[in-house]
């Protein structure tokens, strides 16, 4: 019973390049959630995917970054023309439907920008 | 918005007990957590509380009083398997939103 599996674990990417994140939820989770974590800062949430919707993105910034949850597939959270600012480890959590007890969390995807 | 406190770093001895308080200022949640983790791994959950009063589980026991606006996160007879970040966490009128606080780091030494 695997858990939620992210992949890369870490992703270098220079500045203006394009990162991609993959995350894809435990066994029978159909609901996507993707946090941020900053150095020496709280996970922040950023977006919120059911299958083929994006539910809430209001913690995501408003530009180079999206989200998708196709109906095939892992999620993926995008981040465009990347900059030094994004350098960060990116989680994802899944949960068998809306609700915030026990979010099941993957190992993150830290992020470096160069 | 959300205001979480918690103290950055605690230092115990394995067999001893230690107590991570956390404070908060919120316009209104449905529930506090402790979450764990383990540098470079993934925050595994600890505790829900959601009424006031005390969650024993093991030898973590996490307490809540909302009018005091403070939590409070009890590890029994520490291991050294205990030492980790511990994240105070709001989970907001939206059940899916939760607010970490930046996490207290516990050492456990022999």
């Known amino acids: 019973n695997a858990g939620v599996m992210q992949n890369p674990r870490h992703l270098v990417r220079r500045r203006g390049q394009e990162a991609r994140l993959r995350c894809s939820p435990m066994?029978?989770?159909?609901?996507v959630y993707w946090y941020r974590q900053l150095p020496e800062e709280g996970l922040k949430f950023m977006v919120y995917l059911q299958k083929e919707n994006i539910i809430d993105e209001s913690g995501m910034p408003k530009e180079r970054f999206s989200a998708e949850f196709p109906k095939e597939g892992p999620s993926i959270l995008r981040i465009q023309q990347v900059v030094r600012g994004d350098s960060a480890a990116y989680f994802c959590?899944?949960?068998?439907?809306?609700?915030?007890?026990?979010?099941?969390f993957g190992s993150g995807t830290q992020l470096s920008v160069l | 918005g959300q205001n979480i406190d918690q103290p950055t770093e605690m230092t115990a001895t394995e067999g001893a007990i230690v107590q991570i308080n956390c404070t908060y200022q919120?316009?209104?949640?449905?529930?506090l957590f402790w979450y764990q983790q383990h540098a470079g791994e993934a925050p595994t959950f600890l505790s829900y509380?959601?009424?006031?009063g005390l969650e024993e589980k093991g030898r973590f026991s996490s307490f809540l009083s909302r009018s005091k606006g403070y939590s409070y996160l009890l590890l029994k007879e520490l291991q050294m398997k205990d030492s980790a970040s511990y994240l105070c966490t709001l989970g907001g009128s939206n059940d899916y939103k939760l607010s970490f606080g930046a996490g207290t780091t516990v050492t456990v030494r022999a």
């Open positions: 066994k029978g989770h159909s609901h």
């Open positions: 509380n959601v009424l006031d």
């Open positions: 959590a899944s949960s068998p439907q809306s609700t915030n007890e026990k979010l099941f």
């Open positions: 919120t316009s209104g949640f449905n529930g």
